[in-house]
């Protein structure tokens, strides 16, 4: 009688047994839409500006990306109609002829070198409905400060020295000149910050608060016929930095929770960044030790850990960061390690508090 009842309740610790595992794969599939429920609301990086390392630690300047106004465009207003404006939304592309020599007045470096600056063109007031596109040919002379090639992080400011354009052969503009610069007595400070990436090359994060001088003049037949001035102002012109970046999200963490103090538990630890960055693991044991930050691992792939516990209750927490040091919030795991003689019947009887009715049939069978 006595194997029959024993022989009973190993077939209930089997089934009991089955059903957490499927228990288990349930919560593990929940998880998993949970990691692709969050990937909906994903932000696109939209004009990171990357440049490769020279060899000396450091990136050569300007970029090859775009530089583009952050608030307002330029705008020619005086001489013109009241109430009436001309908007110039900025591009400044296309660097070539570039001479860099060391030294200069910020001690840093001379950039010389000229470019193509687009701009898309609307009027407004009496001007609604005069929509251009111009490309008008610039040479800049920046200069900037010194920097410490091979630094993970390289500061350091700069100004716009003289920029200079001409636009000839417009049938609407007789007369396009721009030009901004200290050497105009026209301010334009600006700064760059190059940060080193995983990858070995070079995150580029540049502006300059430009201060531009504006004077046209309209052509006969043309819309601005009889219209002529000069329009200073001031805006900002920023390379590289026009992205949205998200953190990774909140891991989610897949192992054991009941185990045998002293034995080796291996735990899986994955995440999905919205912006496909790579990720970095920190992981709390929840004993007074941890992992520090171990990466890069590729996002949504899985990582693994394990560690050893003493008898006890503990929380297992971890969080992830992306390439830009943004944070996640903490990932969660409660994690039970009892006396190794006590494990199977703490197991059996913390697994029948699921399952009334099999509770109930052996309470009877053992009593």
């Known amino acids: 009688m006595r194997n029959k009842k024993i022989g009973i309740i190993i077939c ?15 919560e593990e599939l929940t998880q998993s839409d949970y990691l692709m429920d969050e990937t909906e609301e994903i932000l696109l990086i939209i004009d990171q500006c990357i440049a490769p390392d020279n060899g000396s630690g450091t990136a050569d300047l300007p970029a090859d990306c775009p530089y583009e106004s952050s608030e307002d465009p330029f705008y020619i207003i005086n001489g013109l109609p009241p109430d009436s404006t001309i908007e110039l939304d900025p591009i400044f592309d296309d660097f070539y002829n570039i001479v860099r020599t060391p030294g ?18 609307t009027g407004t007031g009496d001007l609604t409905g005069f929509n251009r596109y111009l490309a008008v040919p610039v040479s800049f002379e920046i200069h900037t400060a010194p920097r410490t090639p091979g ?22 503009f007789c007369v396009f000149r721009i030009k901004a610069g200290s050497f105009y007595g026209l301010p334009s400070p600006g ?37 002529m001035g ?33 034995n080796v538990y ?41 560690n050893v516990w003493v008898e006890g209750n503990y929380t297992i927490r971890c969080k992830a960061k992306d390439l830009y040091n943004a944070e996640s919030e903490w990932g969660i795991l409660d994690i039970n390690m009892p006396r190794t003689k006590a494990l199977t019947f703490q197991f059996l009887l913390r697994s029948l508090e699921k399952f009334p009715l099999l509770y109930k049939i052996l309470n009877t069978i053992v009593i």
């Open 12 to 26: 209930m610790m089997l089934l009991i047994t089955s059903l957490s595992v499927s228990a288990s794969i349930e």
């Open 266 to 306: 291996e735990y899986t630890f994955i995440t999905i960044d919205p912006d496909g960055d790579d990720i970095w693991y920190y992981t709390d044991w929840g004993d007074g030790t941890n992992t520090g930050w171990m990466g890069p691992f590729s996002s949504g792939t899985t990582h693994l850990q394990s």
């Open 191 to 227: 700064q760059f910050i190059l940060t080193k990436m995983p990858s070995g090359n070079f995150n580029i994060d540049s502006f300059f608060d430009i201060t531009y001088q504006i004077e046209f003049e309209g052509c006969p037949g043309s819309i601005l016929q009889d219209y």
């Open 104 to 121: 200069g007045p910020l001690g840093g470096e001379v950039l010389e070198f000229d470019a193509t600056l687009e701009l898309v063109v």
């Open 230 to 262: 000069t329009t200073v102002g001031t805006t900002r012109l920023q390379q590289g930095i026009e992205f949205l970046n998200d953190p990774p999200n909140k891991p989610v963490i897949s192992g054991a929770t009941y185990g045998k103090a002293g």
């Open 151 to 172: 630094d993970p992080v390289q500061t350091f400011i700069s100004e716009i020295y003289q920029l200079v354009g001409e636009l000839f052969g417009d049938p609407d």
